[in-house]
């Protein structure tokens, strides 16, 4: 009698991962889709000074939210910025959304820095990351910007160098 609520609120759990994973792949096969707003925004650098979302379009851009805490996040950091030094080239850009606060960020990046841009998107950042499709609002997340500003690619979860390759050789 006891195992009863345990049962069914796993399978409630179950039914809504499977949910949220399904709704993930539909938006991920959909297409390119607008995010307007997402140009007008500002994200403070974590040692001073400003980016501009508008001063990033035009050229496809790799956005990942991410945070000092997640593991997955602090995982795919490496291949993030292998991916930024081998395709900047080619005309990609790379910024990185710190769902974080600025002190733990500046800790880690003397750590393990990073050529690419970081922003701090603070906890606004999962609210951004749902707008942009993360419904889960779970961490890391990575949206791909074409050059005209579209949603091409999102992921949730870690991504890796071969992932992103494959995303820009098809863009």
Do not use: Y
Request: proline share 6%; hydrophobic share 45%.
């Amino acid at each position: 009698m006891t195992r009863r609520p345990w049962i069914v609120a796993g399978a409630v759990g179950a039914v809504a991962a499977l949910a949220g994973v399904g709704g993930a792949l539909w938006r991920e096969r959909r297409g390119a889709s607008e995010a307007p707003a997402m140009w007008a925004l500002r994200f403070e650098r974590p040692s001073g000074g400003e980016i501009v979302m508008a001063d990033l379009r035009g050229r496809p851009l790799v956005v990942n939210f991410w945070a000092t805490w997640c593991p997955p996040c602090v995982r795919e950091m490496p291949a993030l910025d292998r991916f930024h030094r081998e395709h900047a080239g080619r005309g990609w850009q790379v910024l990185g959304l710190a769902v974080d606060n600025r002190g733990p960020v500046q800790d880690f990046l003397r750590r393990q820095p990073v050529g690419f841009e970081i922003g701090m998107a603070g906890l606004d950042g999962i609210e951004l990351s749902r707008q942009l499709g993360n419904d889960g609002g779970g961490l890391p997340f990575t949206v791909v910007f074409d050059g005209r500003g579209r949603i091409i690619r999102r992921k949730s979860g870690e991504t890796t160098f071969d992932e992103l390759a494959a995303w820009a050789r098809g863009s």
